[in-house]
């Protein structure tokens, strides 16, 4: 019987659950759920300084925006600091560690002896057989893993296959600092152990730790995870992932407008693919991921493309759903509050009837606020630089005539308005287009918005007369 799947993310939380952290989640996320498994959350906090209250309860919103849910209780790794010391003296009293009592001046010179011979092993490993009764007084040791000294390592990886090290290249590493704390090299692995954790998927930033983390594996007699490491995400130049290329935490694509499921679904296809499947439900992307399916290149991110991909999971999204959604997002962006003090049934449901023209042009829930501010905004209404080139005096003429006739219309709806511009512009001689421009540049104060007589149906008959007059007047 197979054993069951067990995967972890493990971020520090030094900062925002980044979009990379993000995808590294989700691939851990969807390899447990596509095969009956657990995915387990880990906090790696061992880096006192710099983990705060608030990374963590960033990275946790962020996991909880995205949809992705942890099994059982969150890890503290640096709660489990006993238990990490108890193995590095167990490795010491077996023998397969020891004590070193190398000075910083020392290591200092071995790594720049090494830099100079092009060496990537730095530590000469000076107090790995010499007798601890040498020690020098009063200097606090640390404890260093006895790593195999000849041979090679290997490890077969479900993303860069089969991956080959020297050991001859690879360091005595440390498992316990001379302060008696636990490196992250040793906290990583007697974690995963312990959490019964089967795959490792993570960056490739991280592959040779892979190779530094099997020595403690092997010395400790324990399995080895299958791992998986994975490219990281690179800017549309191919350089390294930066904050213009959108190295932002996944707290700011929520304040950009953005849709969990869409950013789920732009996230699984950075590096990983489906033949030329683009659009996935959260079923299929569960049923289809497989690690060996991950490029070995590194992804490119690509804001237009997730752009366009949150434009088609907006028009597809459920009208009181999206309304929903973007009433939750209103505490986070600028002007927000404005709709939120103004929410009404009235308003909510001005805003499900306009909803299906509104959301076919807009490709970020901010785009759909903005493009439904001219159902709520207050009169006299903001009119933009563009709508203010439509308003000549010749179209607030127009506009003069038209409003008697509109005025007179007591059945108020879009079929009953047409029915009454289209004449009127015909015996003006004017084309459609010149009378729906004004009247749009007037009612909405921009000059894009869903069709016009839907415009002024939805603003009901007051409303729209009185904006009318507003711009007619003006």
């Not at 950075?270 to 079923?283: K, N, S, V, Y």
């Not at 009169?379 to 080139?389: F, Q, T, Y």
Request: include cysteine; proline fraction near 5%.
């Amino acid at each position: 019987m197979n054993e069951p799947v067990v995967t972890r993310f493990a971020p520090s939380p030094t900062g925002f659950l980044h979009i990379g952290g993000g995808r590294t989640a989700l691939f851990n996320w969807l390899y447990a759920r596509a095969r009956g498994g657990k995915m387990l959350l880990r906090i790696e906090d061992t880096d006192r300084e710099r983990s705060t209250a608030a990374a963590i309860a960033a990275i946790i919103d962020g996991l909880s925006w995205l949809g992705l849910s942890w099994d059982g209780e969150i890890v503290f790794q640096f709660q489990r600091a006993a238990r990490h010391r108890q193995i590095a003296e167990q490795l010491l009293a077996e023998g397969k560690a020891y004590r070193c009592y190398a000075s910083p001046e020392e290591l200092t010179a071995m790594r720049e002896a090494a830099r100079r011979e092009g060496r990537s092993k730095l530590y000469d490993g000076r107090w790995r057989d010499r007798d601890p009764s040498e020690a020098p007084p009063g200097v606090k040791p640390v404890i260093r893993l006895k790593a195999p000294q000849t041979g090679e390592t290997a490890i077969e990886d479900q993303v860069q296959g089969r991956v080959v090290w020297q050991n001859s290249d690879l360091d005595d590493l440390v498992l316990l600092r001379s302060d008696g704390n636990p490196t992250y090299m040793l906290a990583v692995v007697v974690d995963d152990h312990d959490m019964g954790v089967t795959h490792i998927i993570r960056g490739d930033d991280h592959l040779t730790n892979g190779a530094r983390q099997k020595h403690i594996y092997d010395a400790l007699g324990w399995n080895v995870p299958i791992m998986a490491h994975i490219p990281l995400i690179h800017g549309p130049d191919g350089s390294k992932l930066s904050k213009r290329h959108g190295a932002l935490g996944v707290d700011a694509y929520r304040a950009m407008g953005y849709l969990p499921a869409a950013m789920r679904n732009y996230l699984v296809r950075l590096g990983w693919a489906h033949g030329d499947q683009e659009i996935f439900t959260t079923e299929e992307m569960v049923a289809a991921f497989d690690l060996p399916a991950i490029g070995r290149s590194p992804a490119r991110f690509d804001f237009a493309k997730l752009e366009s991909l949150n434009g088609h999971y907006i028009r597809s999204t459920d009208d009181a759903e999206l309304i929903a959604t973007l009433e939750q997002l209103l505490p986070h962006i600028a002007g927000g509050q404005d709709l939120a003090s103004r929410m009404t049934p009235v308003l909510r449901g001005k805003l499900l009837t306009a909803m299906p023209a509104l959301k076919e042009r807009a490709k970020t829930l901010i785009e759909l606020f903005e493009a439904s501010r001219f159902l709520w905004a207050s009169r006299p209404l903001e009119i933009n630089e563009a709508a203010k080139v439509v308003l000549t005096q010749e179209a607030k003429a127009v506009i003069a005539t038209l409003l008697p006739e509109l005025a007179a219309v007591t059945d108020w709806s879009a079929g009953a308005i047409e029915a009454v511009v289209r004449p009127f512009a015909e015996r003006a001689g004017l084309k459609l287009g010149a009378v729906a421009q004004p009247l749009r540049a007037a009612l909405t104060g921009r000059t894009t918005s869903p069709p016009i007589f839907d415009v002024l149906d939805v603003l009901g008959r007051d409303e729209s007369l009185a904006r009318l007059r507003d711009q007619a007047a003006a």
